[in-house]
Nanobody
Framework: QVQPVESGGGLVQAGGSLRLSCAAS????????MGWYRQAPGKQRELVAT???????NYAESVKGRFTISRDNSKNTVYLQMNSLKPTDTGVYYC?????????WGKGTLVTVSS
């Protein structure tokens, strides 16, 4: 079992920045893809960004140029630097990690962007 735990959410004004972290613990041999997803009120969960073990990244069009995903393999941790935040970025942000034993979700961290 792998347990991802998110941190770093909070309330920020439009145009501000936040940095999310997700640390994975448990029975980890190696982690493959890691990613961030979000769910806005009344909407389905959507992909924000993913990163492979080798560092290749993929972003949703809505966050390109504003968000940066990175990871520290030695710490089993993935980060999401969010700049120029908009009210439409509001939602619960979930971390997902993939290992040889499966795909695991964190419980989420709330990001609220006020206008």
């Amino acid at each position: 079992q792998v347990q991802p735990v998110e941190s770093g959410g909070g309330l920020v004004q439009a145009g501000g920045s936040l940095r999310l972290s997700c640390a994975a613990s448990g029975s980890i041999f190696s982690l493959n893809n890691m990613g961030w997803y979000r769910q806005a009120p009344g909407k389905q969960r959507e992909l924000v960004a993913t990163i492979t073990r080798g560092g290749s990244t993929n972003y949703a069009e809505s966050v390109k140029g504003r968000f940066t995903i990175s990871r520290d393999n030695s710490k089993n941790t993935v980060y999401l630097q969010m700049n120029s935040l908009k009210p439409t970025d509001t939602g619960v942000y979930y971390c997902n990690v993939e290992s040889s034993s499966g795909s695991y979700w964190g419980k989420g961290t709330l990001v609220t962007v006020s206008s």
